[in-house]
């Protein structure tokens, strides 16, 4: 059963558009929704993270939009750069510290 | 931000031996550490936590066996695939909890496994 469902699984924007990510999840009893980054052979890093008690939140260019009621929640990356293609993963989790269940990725291209 | 650091960063070996990878975190210390898989173009899948001084939590599906974890010191953890097969080639991540509160688990580079 997979917990987080995330898409597209692919997505090409031109340099300086908007990319969205979209997810949604099942499990009610997840409280940190973190947005990490992966560049090819490297680790994911954190984006950006939230917690459902407030609706948005931003940092930089990227900001997470959160829809409790809908259980989903996305991701923008606004005035898209070359250097931010990359897959980016949604995750959930109960509490920060816990184990994260990731979503299936998506991978961004950004074309200049 | 928290460095983790993870050796080797990739080890090609034969099928049939033994493969230890190390996952340090080198400016705090862990009591949990979480070990992931990941496939070529697929997703990071948790296959245990780790737990400084105590057993291993693995995910339904994960060969405790083949898959041994010792977490010893709060700034180490180990992952030993045993008898290592072609279908353990992967991309093998880390991550670590800081015990202090900061929001957020931080990944090791990552190891590239190569089974022949």
């Known amino acids: 059963q997979q917990q987080v469902k995330q898409s597209p699984q692919s997505l090409i924007v031109q340099k300086g558009g908007i990319s969205i990510i979209n997810c949604a999840y099942e499990n009610t009893a997840f409280d940190y929704f973190p947005w990490y980054q992966q560049f090819p052979g490297k680790g994911p890093a954190l984006l950006i993270a939230?917690?459902?008690?407030?609706s948005e939140k931003k940092e930089g260019r990227f900001t997470i939009s959160f829809n409790k009621s809908a259980k989903q929640f996305s991701l923008h990356i606004m005035d898209s750069q070359p250097g931010d293609s990359a897959t980016y993963f949604c995750?959930?989790?109960?509490?920060?510290?816990?184990?994260?269940?990731f979503g299936g990725g998506t991978r961004v291209l950004v074309k200049p | 931000g928290a460095v983790v650091s993870q050796h080797p960063s990739w080890v090609i070996c034969k099928s049939g031996t033994s493969v230890k990878i190390e996952c340090r975190s080198l400016?705090?210390?862990?009591?949990?550490m979480f070990w992931y898989r990941q496939f070529p173009k697929q997703s990071l899948m948790l296959m245990a936590t780790?737990?400084?001084?105590?057993?291993?939590?693995?995910e339904q599906g994960v060969e405790k066996d083949k898959f041994l974890i010792n977490h010893a010191s709060l700034t180490l953890s180990t992952l030993t695939v045993t008898s290592a097969h072609p279908e353990d080639s992967s991309f093998y991540i880390c991550?670590?909890?800081?015990?202090?509160?900061?929001?957020?688990?931080?990944f090791g580079p990552g190891t590239r496994l190569l089974v022949l």
């Open positions: 400016d705090f210390q862990a009591t949990t």
């Open positions: 991550s670590a909890d800081p015990p202090d509160g900061r929001e957020t688990q931080y």
């Open positions: 995750a959930a989790s109960k509490g920060a510290g816990n184990k994260l269940t």
């Open positions: 939230i917690r459902p008690d407030v």
């Open positions: 780790s737990n400084e001084g105590s057993k291993a939590t693995y």
